[in-house]
């Protein structure tokens, strides 16, 4: 079983920086693929981005590439979401995963186990 919590959501103004962090409990977390996901009510949970087991490969989609950067750093169980030039599109509930023993991150949520519960990030306008 792999237990995340996500922390660092909030509020910021457009154009602020914020990071979020997640942190994982588990003994195989270094095998694991994670990934950054968001939902807005009435849309479906969007891919954001993604970052192999021994975080050599990442992904992101096009709408926070360039602005987001996520990182891993396997000794202290975390993954993190450093997001920059934030827009008010961004404003979301941002949820942490991970694949269930997959060394490979997918843009598919359903592909993903272990979800943290979420924290909420909003940009004002």
């Known amino acids: 079983q792999v237990q995340l919590v996500e922390s660092g959501g909030g509020l910021v103004q457009t154009g602020g920086s914020l990071r979020l962090s997640c942190a994982a409990s588990g003994r195989t977390f270094s095998s694991n693929a994670m990934g950054w996901f968001r939902q807005v009510p009435g849309k479906d949970r969007e891919f954001v981005a993604g970052i192999s087991q021994s975080g050599g490969s990442t992904r992101y989609a096009d709408s926070v590439k360039g602005r987001f950067t996520i990182s891993r750093d396997n000794a202290k169980n975390t993954v993190d979401l450093q997001m920059n030039s934030l827009k008010p599109e961004d404003t979301a509930v941002y949820y942490c995963?991970?694949?269930?023993?997959?060394?490979?991150?997918?843009?598919?949520?359903?592909?993903?186990?272990?979800w943290g519960q979420g924290t909420q990030v909003t940009v004002s306008s």
């Open positions: 995963a991970a694949r269930d023993g997959l060394k490979f991150y997918s843009i598919i949520s359903n592909e993903y186990r272990y």
